[in-house]
T-cell receptor, first 114, second 111 residues
Framework: AQSVTQLGSHVSVSEGALVLLRCNYS??????LFWYVQYPNQGLQLLLK??????LVKGINGFEAEFKKSETSFHLTKPSAHMSDAAEYFC????????????FGQGTTLQVKP | DVKVTQSSRYLVKRTGEKVFLECVQD?????MFWYRQDPGLGLRLIYF???????EKGDIPEGYSVSREKKERFSLILESASTNQTSMYLC??????????FGQGTRLTVV
């Protein structure tokens, strides 16, 4: 069975500070991993994805994530937070055989303080 | 750009009504999905379809059905709406080995 755990339902940072959103997964097959962002009253937008190859993946808006198989983690980082980063972030793992069949974490709301 | 369009952003329906949520994608994707989003629970898969007239249950199919008569359109049906189906509903589409693209969501309130 596969599952995703996001540590911390709410994270608050100051503008300009490092953003770190944590995601741990369990999967019995090699995972495809995703981070999506949801702005208020919007759908989900893909930030970045890991499928195979390089374990450090870069996404949009300056975000990146590192796939660490030994730690079963896929944490999302951004060196310097911007006010526009305030949103809800979802980590997801795909089920075997179909990348649209996703198992999502509970979500982390990022607050950015001026 | 891929576009997934959900027909309504907000809906208010009465308990017991039959409710249709419509979703259209413009990228000829094989797969389409309906997810439900609730605070603290993330998104959960209700149903998905990998071809016209084909459907499979996801994790929470009870109280829902779906229809896919054309490749670009995937409908979610609440046969008899109940208050515990008040939620945000998100449609998505994908090819088999690419990421899912999501619509803007429909916020459904059942009163």
């Amino acid at each position: 069975a596969q599952s995703v755990t996001q540590l911390g339902s709410h994270v608050s940072v100051s503008e300009g500070a490092l953003v770190l959103l944590r995601c741990n997964y369990s999967s019995s097959v090699p995972p495809y991993l995703f981070w999506y962002v949801q702005y208020p009253n919007q759908g989900l937008q893909l930030l970045l994805k890991y499928t195979t190859g390089a374990t450090l993946v870069k996404g949009i808006n300056g975000f990146e994530a590192e796939f660490k198989k030994s730690e079963t983690s896929f944490h999302l980082t951004k060196p310097s937070a911007h006010m526009s980063d305030a949103a809800e972030y979802f980590c997801a793992v795909t089920r075997w055989g179909n990348t649209g069949k996703l198992i999502f974490g509970q979500g982390t709301t990022l607050q950015v303080k001026p | 750009d891929v576009k997934v369009t959900q027909s309504s952003r907000y809906l208010v329906k009465r308990t017991g009504e039959k409710v249709f949520l419509e979703c259209v994608q413009d990228m000829d994707h094989e797969n389409m999905f309906w997810y439900r989003q609730d605070p603290g629970l993330g998104l959960r898969l209700i149903y998905f379809s990998y071809d016209v007239k084909m459907k499979e249950k996801g994790d929470i199919p009870e109280g829902y059905s779906v229809s896919r008569e054309k490749k670009e359109r995937f409908s979610l049906i609440l046969e008899s709406a109940s208050t515990n189906q008040t939620s945000m509903y998100l449609c998505a589409s994908s090819e088999t080995n690419t990421e899912a693209f999501f619509g803007q969501g429909t916020r459904l309130t059942v009163v």
